[in-house]
């Protein structure tokens, strides 16, 4: 079945398309009718914690109906297709993916198991994300490392490649065991150029020795299907993101993938459901809410479905929120390395916005539900928007919206 055949089969075409027009003749009301978002609200929530489309919330009602029908018999296979899915979506092995529920957890994993001594240090910067600090902070004072909080840009409107990579090649020192860098940051919008962060890892480890070898992890929470790139060949050695966000997984369910060189670099914190490899043991084990790890396959086919030529569609272009109405953009900037704004934000507000919006309201965090009347004039509502550009070649900009409804 191909692309054309398969969305027409599904209902979702509105028109038949040319090869080129595909996009356009989706019908993108029928794909916003596969959740179940409020349509009185301006839904900014996918950002925070994703509504589960149909498919998936069917997987979910499935797999819950079979463990309960026998609750003894666990579904090896299943997880087994979900990192094997999973592993695909992001252009690695399904070995290298080990399931955690959510990124704070993946993110402690991987710095709490990190072989990491005395004297060595985490380097971060200041927008990556509090949880994400705190994950390395907790992890260096166990064992007497330090955690260094650099600054990568001055300015998010206009930051570029440059700077970010000339800044982290300057902090980065001998004692770097690890830097940890956030894929599409929340606080700011701006998308990190991760291939550029990694080569500068990758000078710095010039005659390194294994164990003193520095680590480029990435949170890639808001890229993992919002942004069109293979997260596990951009050159990081870990790629960490929770699948309950743009990928619309179900809720309290996440990924760490870990570069095979480099997995024996990181020793399980936990005991492990899984054998199946060194980084599938890093998953946190005891029983869980299998049902809902099992349905992240569901997710995964989700997006695949809405873009067969590509293995990971950008999630939100593929959703037709181009040029939604409601979206009022801000500013464009990091011209040549951005494609998604994983960020709503008032333009004179510095914080995110994840909050779903009452339609008639404009967001302002500082001031629920005030009215701005540079917004007026731009007073449509939508049933699901995501702060996500959507840059026809996904490779120009990074945006941030301001909302009025
Ligand atoms: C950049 C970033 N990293 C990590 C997290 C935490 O994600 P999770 O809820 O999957 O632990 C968030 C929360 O939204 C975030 O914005």
């Known amino acids: 079945m191909d692309r054309r055949d398969f969305l027409a089969g599904a209902g979702l075409l509105a028109v038949?398309?040319?090869?080129?027009?595909?996009?356009?003749?989706?019908?993108?009301?029928?794909?916003?009718?596969?959740?179940?978002?409020?349509p009185a609200l301006t839904n900014l929530g996918l950002f925070y914690l994703a509504s589960n489309p149909r498919e998936?919330?069917?997987?979910?009602d499935e797999f819950r109906r079979r463990l309960d029908s026998n609750s003894h018999d666990l579904m090896p296979e299943e997880a087994r297709e979900v990192a094997v899915a999973l592993g695909q979506y992001v252009g690695g092995a399904a070995d290298d993916i080990a399931f955690v529920p959510n990124t704070t957890i993946g993110l402690s994993i991987?710095?709490?198991?990190?072989?990491?001594?005395?004297?060595?240090?985490l380097l971060l910067n200041d927008q990556d994300h509090a949880w994400h600090q705190q994950a390395a902070r907790l992890a260096a004072g166990r064992v007497g490392?330090?955690?260094?909080?650099?600054?990568?840009?001055?300015?998010?409107?206009?930051?570029?490649?440059?700077?970010?990579?000339?800044?982290?090649?300057?902090?980065?020192?001998?004692?770097?065991?690890?830097?940890?860098?956030?894929?599409?940051?929340?606080?700011?919008?701006?998308?990190?150029?991760?291939?550029?962060?990694?080569?500068?890892?990758?000078?710095?480890?010039?005659?390194?020795?294994?164990?003193?070898?520095?680590?480029?992890?990435?949170?890639?929470?808001?890229?993992?299907?919002?942004?069109?790139?293979?997260?596990?060949?951009?050159?990081?050695?870990v790629f960490v993101a929770g699948t309950h966000k743009w990928l619309f997984g179900p809720r309290g369910t996440g990924m760490v993938w870990v570069n095979p060189e480099v997995?024996?670099?990181?020793?399980?914190?936990?005991?492990?459901?899984?054998?199946?490899?060194?980084?599938?043991?890093?998953?946190p084990g005891g029983f869980h809410a299998f049902e809902q790890y099992y349905a992240v396959r569901a997710a995964?086919?989700?997006?695949?479905?809405?873009?067969?030529?590509?293995?990971r569609p950008h999630a939100a272009r593929r959703l037709g929120l181009r040029g939604h109405g409601v979206l009022r953009r801000s500013r464009p900037h990091r011209p040549r390395a951005g494609g998604t704004v994983a960020a709503e934000k008032h333009p004179d507000?510095?914080?995110?916005?994840?909050?779903?919006?009452?339609?008639?309201?404009?967001?302002?965090?500082?001031?629920?539900?005030?009215?701005?009347?540079?917004?007026?004039?731009?007073?449509?509502?939508?049933?699901?928007?995501?702060?996500?550009?959507?840059?026809?070649?996904?490779?120009?900009?990074?945006?941030v919206f301001s909302i009025c409804t």
């Open 349 to 399: 507000h510095h914080g995110v916005v994840p909050h779903p919006v009452r339609a008639g309201r404009h967001v302002d965090p500082q001031h629920p539900g005030g009215d701005r009347p540079d917004c007026a004039g731009d007073q449509r509502a939508g049933s699901l928007i995501r702060g996500s550009s959507a840059v026809p070649g996904g490779s120009s900009r990074t945006l």
């Open 56 to 60: 998936v919330r069917d997987a979910v």
């Open 145 to 237: 490392a330090n955690v260094r909080v650099g600054t990568l840009f001055e300015n998010p409107a206009k930051a570029t490649e440059d700077e970010i990579a000339t800044r982290l090649r300057n902090s980065i020192t001998p004692r770097t065991r690890a830097v940890g860098i956030t894929w599409v940051q929340s606080s700011t919008g701006v998308r990190m150029p991760v291939r550029a962060c990694a080569s500068v890892v990758a000078e710095a480890n010039r005659g390194r020795a294994r164990e003193d070898r520095c680590l480029l992890v990435v949170d890639g929470v808001h890229g993992l299907a919002a942004v069109d790139d293979d997260a596990a060949r951009m050159g990081a050695d």
């Open 110 to 121: 991987v710095y709490g198991g990190l072989k990491l001594r005395a004297g060595q240090e």
């Open 16 to 38: 038949a398309p040319t090869a080129s027009s595909a996009a356009r003749g989706v019908d993108w009301g029928a794909v916003r009718r596969e959740f179940r978002l409020d």
């Open 300 to 311: 995964v086919r989700f997006h695949q479905r809405r873009d067969p030529r590509s293995r």
């Open 263 to 283: 997995s024996d670099q990181i020793v399980p914190l936990l005991p492990s459901l899984s054998d199946r490899s060194p980084t599938a043991l890093l998953g």
